[in-house]
């Protein structure tokens, strides 16, 4: 009886730790464009492949899941990710909202996900991000 009862607790567990998913980023990313949404369109590149692993390893903690996408303001930030899969070339594009709590919302309307990430590592990413030094001009 207490080996059932462990079973089904061990699988609610499982089946709740699911809910949210983690969408992988294969392939590896060769650049990533940023548009900033100001008055003047700022757009940057940013092509330095340590900074994109470490943008990647920001990138793969996000905590996706389905939803109706509707937001109350513009998104702060928009990227295109370019990734080389197999000799293909793959573009995945995110609006990003930076919010009050220092957290970050991830929006992939291709894919209909909403995604976030805690503010300790949306820190570490809109830092990244925002750096000046690392972008290359187009």
């Known amino acids: 009886m207490k080996m059932k009862l462990s079973i089904c607790m061990l699988f609610f567990a499982l089946l ?8 992988e980023l294969n392939g590896e990313i060769t650049k990533i464009q940023v548009q ?4 003047e369109k700022e757009e940057r590149i940013i092509k330095d492949k340590e900074t994109l692993e470490l943008l990647k ?7 996706w899941e389905n939803a109706k996408i509707e937001m109350s303001r513009k998104q702060d930030v928009t990227i295109t990710l370019s990734i080389d899969l197999d000799s293909k070339e793959i573009l995945k594009e995110y609006d990003i909202w930076f919010n009050n709590d220092n957290s ?14 805690n503010k300790e ?3 570490g990413f809109k830092e990244i991000l925002m750096n000046k030094q690392r972008f290359c001009f187009p």
């Open 57 to 63: 390893s920001y990138l793969e903690k996000i905590l």
């Open 36 to 39: 900033k949404n100001t008055n």
């Open 16 to 23: 709740i730790g699911c809910t949210a998913e983690n969408t």
């Open 104 to 117: 970050a919302t991830f929006i992939n309307y291709n894919e209909q996900k909403k995604g976030t990430l």
């Open 121 to 123: 590592d949306a820190n």
